[in-house]
């Protein structure tokens, strides 16, 4: 005799989607949160770089009375 059908649905696990295997000749594309920080970080660059460059001529651009 045949083996009853279980009531209960088997879980599945979550399989996993397959990567291609990285290929030599081709660059990788670049994430979103990877151009934000190096905007970032140019930015803040030259606002220290204006900030010093300020710093430097001690005030030289604003006209003495």
Do not use: E
């Not at 989607?17 to 290929?23: D, I, S």
């Not at 030599?24 to 594309?29: D, H, N, Y």
Request: glycine share 10%; hydrophobic share 45%.
């Amino acid at each position: 005799m045949p083996r009853a059908l279980p009531s209960r649905r088997m879980p599945h696990h979550h399989r996993m989607l397959r990567r291609q295997p990285p290929r030599k000749g081709r660059a990788q594309a670049v994430r979103t949160s990877d151009l934000v920080l190096a905007l970032l970080g140019v930015v803040l660059l030259g606002g220290f770089a204006l900030l010093a460059a300020y710093a430097l001529t001690g005030g030289m651009l604003v006209p003495r009375s």
